[in-house]
């Protein structure tokens, strides 16, 4: 089993950054894809941005040149760098790690950006 922990939501204000990071545990293989998803109320859940662990990134089209993904390899974790918040990026936001088929969630942080 895999677990995912998420820190680092909050509230913030339009223009405004925020870090979220995500910490994995339990069975990690070497070869997987961390990142983020995020739902906002009435919407579906959206892809945000993933990372392999060899460094591919993925961004949605609407977080491009505002929000970075990056991540540690040795410590299982990931992190996203949000910068210039806009109040549409308000969402739960949730960690996700697939491998070998499987996709594990985390049980979201709350992001809200105030206009």
């Known amino acids: 089993q895999v677990q995912l922990v998420e820190s680092g939501g909050g509230l913030a204000q339009a223009g405004g950054s925020l870090t979220l990071s995500c910490a994995a545990s339990?069975?990690?293989?070497?070869?997987?894809?961390m990142g983020w998803y995020r739902q906002a109320p009435g919407k579906q859940r959206e892809l945000v941005a993933m990372?392999?662990?060899?460094?591919?990134?993925n961004y949605a089209d609407s977080v491009k040149g505002r929000f970075t993904i990056s991540r540690d390899n040795a410590e299982n974790t990931v992190s996203l760098q949000m910068n210039n918040l806009q109040p549409e990026d308000t969402a739960v936001y949730y960690c996700?790690?697939?491998?070998?088929?499987?996709?594990?969630w985390g049980k979201g942080t709350l992001v809200t950006v105030s206009s």
């Open positions: 996700a790690l697939r491998q070998h088929g499987m996709s594990y």
């Open positions: 339990g069975s990690i293989f070497s070869s997987n894809a």
């Open positions: 990372i392999t662990s060899g460094g591919y990134t």
